[in-house]
T-cell receptor, first 114, second 111 residues
Framework: EAGVAQSPRYKIIEKRQSVAFWCNPI?????LYWYQQILGQGPKLLIQ????????DSQLPKDRFSAERLKGVDSTLKIQPAKLEDSAVYLC????????????FGEGSWLTVV | GENVEQHPSTLSVQEGDSAVIKCTYS??????FPWYKQELGKGPQLIID?????GEKKDQRIAVTLNKTAKHFSLHITETQPEDSAVYFC??????????FGTGTRLQVFP
């Protein structure tokens, strides 16, 4: 079974530029998460989707971050404009359903804002 | 909301020794407690989990214990090997949804 796929793996941008990350969850997984992991910290939830609907985006900085999962499969996370403090690993994760299922993580997209 | 504290932040052991990592959580409603291992440049990988109706779970060299009254849970790794070296994260959630992670423990196993 293929895992959670993410791209790009690495990105370096200047502050105020924009960046987009793509995620393809495990086949059949209805729930998709984006986490932000700052160096030396644990992952922090940004947004959660169930199929193509948003379940929880309370921790997403909506003035600069946006995410979508239009067809209930792939998802994109966008940052515009980026700030220095956005430097982090952006982890996509998926599970079969919201409750009672293991959450699997992708390898992450490493963002450096200079 | 839920808050998870994890200790120690770093742990160095000799190969063959045991390693113990401890976490405490704040929300008594949490009922799912996974442990993830993260190697450099990779995403977190689930190594073991425990639900609130169980006090202990073991998988080969890895075991997790849960004390719901005290709201803490621990990861035990026996007979450590160099390939166990990584960052380990505990997490807590209600019904496996929206994991709240600890701050991580960097485990180094020296040959």
């Amino acid at each position: 079974e293929a895992g959670v796929a993410q791209s790009p793996r690495y990105k370096i941008i200047e502050k105020r530029q924009s960046v987009a990350f793509w995620c393809n969850p495990i086949s059949g997984h209805a729930t998709l998460y984006w986490y932000q992991q700052i160096l030396g910290q644990g992952p922090k939830l940004l947004i959660q989707f169930q199929n193509n609907g948003v379940v929880d985006d309370s921790q997403l900085p909506k003035d600069r971050f946006s995410a979508e999962r239009l067809k209930g499969v792939d998802s994109t996370l966008k940052i515009q404009p980026a700030k220095l403090e956005d430097s982090a690993v952006y982890l996509c994760a998926s599970s079969r359903q919201i409750s009672g299922n293991t959450i699997y993580f992708g390898e992450g997209s490493w963002l450096t804002v200079v | 909301g839920e808050n998870v504290e994890q200790h120690p932040s770093t742990l160095s052991v000799q190969e063959g020794d045991s390693a113990v990592i401890k976490c405490t959580y704040s929300d008594s409603a949490s009922n799912y407690f996974p442990w993830y291992k993260q190697e450099l440049g990779k995403g977190p990988q689930l190594i073991i989990d425990i639900r609130s109706n169980v006090g202990e779970k073991k998988d080969q060299r890895i075991a997790v214990t849960l004390n719901k009254t005290a709201k803490h849970f621990s990861l035990h790794i026996t007979e450590t090997q160099p390939e166990d070296s990584a960052v380990y994260f505990c997490a807590a959630s209600l019904n496996t949804d929206k994991l709240i992670f600890g701050t991580g423990t960097r485990l180094q196993v020296f040959p």
